[in-house]
């Protein structure tokens, strides 16, 4: 068993903000990949089934970002996962929009969620980190981030979270560098060049 995590906050008002991808690739894996129903589990919402060859728990947090470290660690204890067996998708700041990188481990970059879950089960799980830019100042960040993607970046975050859907199979086998450089390509070929999102990111 393999536990995937999308980050984000729970409740109408955060579905859209740049803080919720990690939740909008998570739905999207589980759409394109046939995986539901998606139920009430371990303080959040999951569903379960075939990834690349493995069982795979999709693990959506309902108790806001800041205690995501909770529901991942109700989930990890149920099934005796180790936090190698983890693998959190996240928004992240420090990285320009629509860019992807892959890490196991390291700082946690002033993120909530992540220092959640480092908490909880340790830090050495895998961070596929989303880039949605930086607003610039860090007194920016926090409502930055709990607002939603501007109408002029919906194409590269519905181009993104596709191709990060198509080929999650290569994260699953621990390709990692395989998925990242398929993901960088094929934002390339969906027209969002070598720098990300394309142009910069509309400030909210």
């Not at 903000?17 to 371990?42: D, S, T, Y």
């Not at 470290?69 to 990890?76: D, L, P, Q, S, Y």
């Not at 196991?104 to 002033?110: E, F, K």
């Not at 480092?118 to 007194?139: A, C, F, L, M, Q």
Request: charged share 25%.
């Amino acid at each position: 068993m393999l536990l995937l995590v999308g980050l984000g906050n729970p409740g109408a008002r955060y579905v859209g903000n740049r803080h919720n991808v990690g939740f909008m690739a998570l739905q999207e894996i589980a759409k394109r990949h046939g995986i539901a129903p998606w139920r009430r589990r371990f303080q959040g919402l999951v569903c379960e089934g075939p990834l690349g060859g493995e069982r795979v728990l999709l693990l959506l947090p309902g108790t806001y970002m800041n205690e995501s470290g909770r529901a991942v660690a109700e989930a990890v204890q149920f099934y005796k996962l180790s936090s190698g067996d983890v693998t959190v998708f996240h928004d992240e700041i420090e990285l320009p929009a629509g860019k992807v990188r892959v890490k196991v481990g390291g700082g946690i970059a002033g993120h909530n969620g992540l220092r959640s879950i480092s908490e909880h089960i340790g830090n050495d799980y895998r961070r596929v980190r989303i880039g949605v830019d930086h607003p610039g100042h860090k007194d920016l960040v926090e409502h930055y981030v709990l607002s939603d993607f501007a109408k002029s970046e919906q194409p590269w975050v519905e181009a993104l979270t596709a191709i990060l859907a198509d080929n999650v199979d290569l994260l699953i086998r621990g390709e990692d560098a395989s998925f990242q450089n398929k993901v960088h390509l094929g934002m390339i070929a969906k027209g969002f060049g070598d720098s990300g999102g394309g142009p910069k990111s509309e400030k909210a």
